[in-house]
């Protein structure tokens, strides 16, 4: 399988009293980013307000308010591939993760013939846990529970697994979430890079089935020779 160019992650809080204090606690988290390994982001551009509010507190009451029977908010994570967004001119990083964030939660919203809910997100900036140390732009998003159906009224909507996964020919599906990020992000990238970021990442996958390859081909030594493993 091909190294994926983003990864979205969908969740959601339930409308119990362990949800809402689940909600809080994780929009304090998001917003103040109590984490050593954060960089700061600046005020004006921490909380993205699509709908749901500007500030931790609003986009926690506007919930409350928008909340369905099954569903308090929805919970997105949407992470762009740091080796790609490496490629991107440092002045322009944030705000393509800002671009793909909102072009993939709507489109995502579109391809499943329902209306754009209210939405806000949060922009987060921390370095990669491997030994790289590479900038690591992403967004945690929260999505109103219920949609304004156009009439006046608010409805709940149901998110398939199909819609969420990567198997069971999840990403062939035009409303797959995986499928929408991937294609809006590449179409980003394209634009903002050329086509050139294509070919380096079909070089870089060649060269990493190689390794691999090359990894599991059975030493000649292999029936003579066993090194110890220090566990």
Excluded at 172 to 198: K, Q, S, Y
Aim: aromatic share 8%; net charge negative.
């Amino acid at each position: 399988m091909s190294k994926p160019t983003i990864i979205p992650n969908w969740k959601y809080q339930k409308p119990t009293k362990g949800g809402y204090r689940g909600l809080k606690k994780l929009l304090k988290y998001v917003s103040h980013r109590e984490s050593p390994d954060h960089r700061p982001v600046e005020p004006d551009v921490r909380w993205t307000d699509c709908g749901l509010g500007e500030s931790w507190q609003t986009v926690y009451a506007n919930a409350g308010r928008f909340a369905g029977p099954y569903v308090l908010a929805h919970h997105m994570v949407i992470s762009p591939a740091p080796d790609l967004m490496a490629l991107v001119p440092e002045h322009m990083r944030a705000s393509i993760t800002q671009e793909v964030t909102e072009r993939t939660i709507e489109e995502w919203h579109i391809a499943r013939d329902l209306n754009v809910p209210e939405y806000s997100y949060c922009l987060h900036d921390r370095d990669t846990s491997d030994d790289y140390g590479m900038q690591h732009l992403h967004t945690h998003i929260f999505v109103a529970g219920t949609i304004d159906n156009g009439v006046g009224e608010r409805i709940s909507h149901r998110v398939n697994r199909e819609q969420v996964c990567t198997d069971r020919g999840g990403l062939d599906r035009p409303d797959n979430l995986h499928h929408i990020a991937r294609r809006e992000f590449e179409l980003v990238l394209d634009r903002a890079l050329g086509h050139e970021w294509r070919q380096l990442r079909e070089l870089e996958q060649a060269l990493r089935e190689k390794s691999l390859s090359d990894a599991e081909r059975p030493s000649p030594f292999a029936d003579i020779y066993t090194p110890e493993i220090d566990l």
